[in-house]
């Protein structure tokens, strides 16, 4: 049995939670707009793969009871940034194996300022027993470092990492559910305060309450006049070097050749990306290690292709301009991605978009990410 991606929905984002609102009213309207999108009813739902820190106490089977589910399959993630690759696998496969029909895959978070502060300081018992009581200032501090070496490494300079938050946010005003819209320039940039040297606010994503969602199903199932989207390859990696490097690669360094193997395609056939954007390092970490930087000249190309708009990446903005919804920051990549392959994106729509480039990254297990992925999404000609 073949599976695909058939819809996408999602909620308002919001950096100021009003009365009433929670992660569960977000995920309500988030998951309402996934099955409008699909011509479903939330009876035909008979998968659920979630992911939320602020979903406690409750989990998954609790959500699954609050909504009126009856399921075959279920599954919650834990896995930050790197959770919603991971239950795409998992719905793929689900369905694939006949284990489930509909699966809905939801991910979001309400946890506010505080609530955010307090996972950021007890991520993990490396973090609440050693990282938290020097004041480390939670992963800005960590990634602050990690920015620091990738300079060095790379000869770069901050106006080169503002090519990237600039071009975002040129993308994001074209977005209405970005929190943040006005055009920023490379000078107000530069000039931004200081949050962890090198980083500046602008280089730290803002913490936002919203959820995304989408339904993966069998290709019959996609709305009339709409291609399916499929995988065409999915890869992983987990503690690949148990922390014993310097954080300027992840994970996707120790399965690039067979990854791009397994998609058919080079990285110059990518139309579209969404890459894990925490930091700016980070997007310049996993674009390097994807081979999508040519000559490995990290510069030229961050100055080129995407200060020039000549490679579209994060469409929607990303997580740095439309905001960080928790667990939901890496689903959002993902559906703007089934939304430029399903020619839907509105005023950012690209002109050709056929082969889609995703990618996780996260979970700081000290000094950098122990996860990420990436995957190679394609619209069914």
Do not use: W
């Given at each position: 049995m073949d599976a695909a991606i058939i819809a996408t929905g999602q909620?308002?984002?919001?950096?100021?939670?009003?009365?009433?609102?929670?992660?569960?009213?977000f995920m309500r309207d988030a998951?309402?707009?996934?099955?409008?999108?699909?011509?479903?009813?939330?009876?035909d739902i008979d998968g659920l793969a979630v992911a939320s820190f602020s979903l406690e106490p409750d989990h998954a089977i609790d959500l699954a009871w609050r909504m009126?589910?009856?399921l075959k399959w279920l599954l919650q993630d834990t896995n930050g940034g790197n959770s919603a690759m991971n239950m795409l696998g998992h719905a793929m496969r689900g369905v694939e194996a006949g284990a489930a029909s509909n699966i809905l895959v939801l991910a979001g978070d309400a946890t506010g300022l505080i609530g955010y502060a307090k996972v950021a300081n007890s991520y993990n018992s490396a973090t609440l027993h050693h990282l938290a009581p020097l004041g480390h200032g939670g992963p800005n501090g960590v990634y602050a470092l990690?920015?620091?070496r990738q300079m060095k490494k790379h000869d770069l300079e901050k106006a080169d990492y503002g090519q990237i938050v600039v071009a975002q946010r040129r993308w994001a005003a074209l977005n209405p559910y970005a929190v943040y819209r006005t055009p920023l320039s490379l000078e107000e940039y530069l000039s931004a305060p200081p949050v962890a040297d090198p980083l500046v606010r602008y280089d730290c994503v803002p913490v936002v309450a919203g959820a995304q969602a989408l339904i993966v199903s069998t290709p019959d199932r996609s709305p009339k006049g709409r291609s399916p989207v499929r995988i065409r390859a999915l890869m992983q990696s987990f503690n690949?070097?148990?922390?014993?490097?310097?954080?300027t690669k992840t994970g996707i360094s120790s399965f690039v050749g067979e990854f791009w193997d397994k998609a058919g395609i080079g990285p110059e056939e990518v139309d579209v990306s969404?890459?894990?954007?925490?930091?700016p390092a980070m997007v310049v970490a996993q674009l390097y290690d994807l081979g999508m930087i040519p000559c490995?000249?990290?510069?030229a190309f961050l100055n080129r292709e995407i200060g020039e708009n000549n490679m579209p990446v994060n469409t929607w903005g990303g997580m740095l301009s439309a905001g960080q919804p928790g667990n939901a920051g890496g689903l959002s990549g993902v559906t703007e991605v089934v939304r430029q392959l399903h020619g839907r994106a509105g005023d950012r729509q690209i002109k050709v978009a056929r082969f889609g480039l995703v990618t996780g990254y996260g979970m700081t297990l000290y000094r950098y990410?122990?996860?990420a992925s990436a995957a190679i999404l394609e619209a069914e000609v």
């Open positions: 909620s308002d984002y919001t950096r100021h939670p009003k009365p009433g609102q929670t992660v569960f009213t998951v309402t707009a996934a099955l409008d999108d699909a011509g479903m009813e939330l009876s009126g589910l009856s990690v920015t620091s690949y070097d148990n922390q014993e490097g310097d954080g969404a890459i894990y954007d925490d930091y490995g000249d990290v510069k990410g122990g996860t």
